[in-house]
């Protein structure tokens, strides 16, 4: 079984429009990284929610990265603010590689960042330090919390984009 394939007892269950999007993301994350800047002040954009499934199980109890969703823009932050833990060389050609995801386990404190470079190198980065990968990640969420809530009460009821739509935003 897919060690990833857990997802957290309780927590929401993505449906297959969600997951869809969310793999939208991770085929499209150089784009949406390099442009960062055109889209984080909105927040439409910016709560986007990703399904990640960044939790392991262990006897059935989920132990997360992160919990999901997790939006996108806090999860592109924490990668752009926090070089030293979530970016890497890509081997092929020494450019900085933006991972669009992260897996790993927390027995054996690895995690595996997961990437592409722009000159089409696609992998995995192993690296310990499962802890402090998911404190930061984690920390970049809960400090979203307030931006979030203030977002819902001066735009009650109004949902956040999808990843498809932030596309066609920077087409
Ligand atoms: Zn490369």
């Known amino acids: 079984m897919d060690k990833n394939a857990f997802f957290r007892k309780g927590g929401p269950i993505p449906s297959n429009e969600q ?5 939208l993301f991770y085929h499209n994350a150089g784009i949406i990284y390099a442009r960062y800047d055109e889209w984080k002040n909105d927040d439409r954009y910016y709560f986007i929610p990703l399904f990640m499934r960044m939790t392991y199980s262990i006897r059935g109890v989920g132990i997360e990265l992160a919990p999901d ?4 823009g806090s999860f592109a932050r924490c ?3 926090h070089p030293e833990l979530f970016q890497y060389k890509c081997p092929e050609c020494g450019n900085i590689v933006l991972p669009f ?3 790993g386990s ?4 690895r995690v595996d960042l997961e990437g592409e ?5 696609k992998g995995y980065e192993m690296v310990s330090g499962w802890f402090i990968r998911g404190e930061a990640l984690r920390g970049t969420i ?4 307030f931006r979030y809530t203030k977002s819902e009460l001066i735009h009650p009821g109004v949902k956040p984009a999808s990843v498809k739509e932030l596309l066609d935003y920077l087409k």
């Not at 969703?69 to 996108?72: A, E, H, K, N």
């Open 101 to 103: 995801r992260y897996c």
């Open 79 to 81: 990668t752009l603010e």
């Open 69 to 72: 969703p997790v939006w996108l």
């Open 106 to 109: 927390p027995l054996s404190g």
């Open 19 to 23: 997951s869809l999007d969310t793999r």
């Open 142 to 145: 809960i400090s979203d919390q």
């Open 117 to 121: 470079c722009s000159c089409g190198w």
